[in-house]
């Protein structure tokens, strides 16, 4: 059956149908994805009756796979496979979690970011899976902004300002900035990734921005000054005529390209709704039979990361 895509805003995001996303895909439908994402950023999937063995499987496709932080010996985990993120506000026993910081954590979560930019090795594709979703009209959305169309109109002066501007990124800046107790000094003393604000979308060939909630600085610009010319980037990347918003049901599946896209869960009662959304996540330039062989940032990462803002403890502490 041939892909069939419905855009959502004429230059951004649709929704697509038409391929069994839980059997093993063919090279020729597996392009078909990659085009429609080259295309409109964002791709929407519904009632897909994946499991977690066909989400991972289905993700492998387009490259390696983010692991999560590996656990001691013998501890429990809630998902079955350390290629899902848990972007649930659920505990290990699955009801929802009342450890201050996990909510914490998630809470970054909720402004506009890029998924793992604060990793040197980028990440192309996230691929989130709703299981649980708050009920109709409780809230649980994610947005969707387009990075592309925002760069193209942007006037030429500021293009020029940031064409060759490097942003200086980092987990626990997004974490401080929702609100978590870390001070600039610790930020600054934690790993940070440098990637260029401008960059040419492989897959399209149109230029993109690439900043969002853990940009921190401008290198080679002002403190305050690169911090404002972010914060405008993002305003300006976020209005309303480049941003969409999904409302999930159970089965639901969207792929996100976070190298021409910002994304941020929306608000809902997350003591009152359980939410259970599992995210497999794409490194950027791997080649599926590369797959195997990729070291695990995370592992390192939150090994040196303050205690309020570590995912680990936070896990933890809501068995
Ligand atoms: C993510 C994320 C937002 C949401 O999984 O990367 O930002 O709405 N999720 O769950
Ligand atoms: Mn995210």
């Known amino acids: 059956m041939a892909l069939k895509c419905e855009p959502i805003l004429p230059n951004f995001g649709a929704v697509c149908s038409g391929l069994d996303l839980t059997r093993e895909l063919d090279a020729d439908e597996v392009k078909q994805i990659t085009d429609a ?17 066909d989400h991972v499987n289905f993700s492998r496709n387009f490259g390696y796979l983010e692991r999560v932080p590996k656990r001691p010996e013998g501890q429990r985990t809630r998902l079955p496979y350390r290629e899902l993120f848990d972007a649930s506000n659920l505990n290990l026993e699955g009801e929802i979690t009342t450890d201050p910081a996990a909510i914490e954590y998630r809470k970054g979560d909720r402004l506009w970011h890029t998924d793992s930019a604060f990793l040197e090795k980028r990440t192309s594709y996230s691929i989130l899976l709703a ?17 592309r169309t925002a760069y193209e109109d942007l006037p030429q002066e500021t293009k020029n300002l940031i064409e060759d501007k490097v942003g200086v990124n980092s987990l626990w800046w997004s974490r401080k ?20 604000l401008v960059h040419t979308h492989a897959g399209s060939g149109r230029k993109s921005l690439f900043i969002a909630a853990h940009t921190m600085d401008v290198e080679g610009m002002d403190k305050a000054e690169g911090r404002k010319l972010i914060e405008d980037l993002i305003a300006h990347t ?8 999904w409302q999930w ?7 996100w390209d976070n190298l021409c896209t910002m994304h941020k869960g929306g608000e809902y009662d997350y003591n009152a709704y359980k939410r259970d959304m599992r995210r497999t996540t794409v490194r950027e330039g791997t080649e599926p ?12 990462l939150f090994s ?7 995912i680990n ?7």
């Open 249 to 255: 049901q159970p089965g639901d599946m969207v792929i």
């Open 304 to 310: 040196k990361s303050p205690k309020s803002v570590d």
């Open 289 to 300: 039979h590369l797959m195997e062989t990729g070291d695990d940032p995370y592992t390192a």
């Open 131 to 147: 299981h649980i979703t708050p009920p109709a009209g409780a809230g649980g959305e994610t947005w969707f902004a387009d990075a």
């Open 177 to 196: 900035k929702a609100g978590a107790e870390v001070s600039e000094e610790e930020v600054y003393e934690r790993p940070v990734a440098k990637h260029p």
């Open 37 to 53: 994402m080259d295309k409109y950023g964002v791709t929407v999937w519904r009632d897909t009756g994946m499991s977690d063995e």
């Open 313 to 319: 403890s936070a896990r933890d502490a809501g068995r």
């Open 238 to 245: 976020t209005q309303d005529k480049y941003t969409f918003k």
